[in-house]
């Protein structure tokens, strides 16, 4: 059963850094097809902030493209999200999400990032 541990969320002043980590417990990513970052803000929906394939392309959204980087540390079976130049509209529940390729996802149980003006 692969479990995800997310950690690295936080209170950051404006303009701050964090890097959240997702880490899986089980051998997932040689049948990774693709993870992604969610964050969540309190009465609003959900929004996909950063994607990663297989093959190592990358997505974002409009609102963070430039300050959050999402890549891939496959010795540590880990999804990392640099977020930098933190806003408070960023302040959010930071989850991560990875799918195989047998079409299987996998949740992590979220992160508080707090980005206090």
């Known amino acids: 059963q692969v479990q995800l541990e997310e950690s690295g969320g936080g209170l950051v002043q404006a303009g701050g850094s964090l890097r959240l980590s997702c880490a899986a417990s089980?051998?997932?990513?040689?049948?990774?097809?693709?993870a992604y970052w969610y964050r969540q803000a309190p009465g609003k929906q959900r929004e996909l902030v950063a994607t990663?394939?297989?093959?190592?392309?990358?997505d974002y959204a409009n609102s963070v493209k430039g300050r959050f980087t999402i890549s891939r540390d496959t010795a540590k079976n880990a999804v990392l999200l640099e977020m930098n130049s933190l806003k408070p509209e960023d302040t959010a529940v930071y989850s991560c999400?990875?799918?195989?390729?047998w079409g299987i996802g996998y949740w992590g149980q979220g992160t508080q990032v707090t980005v206090s003006s």
């Open positions: 089980g051998s997932i990513f040689g049948g990774l097809a693709a």
């Open positions: 990663i394939t297989s093959g190592g392309s990358t």
């Open positions: 999400n990875l799918v195989t390729i």
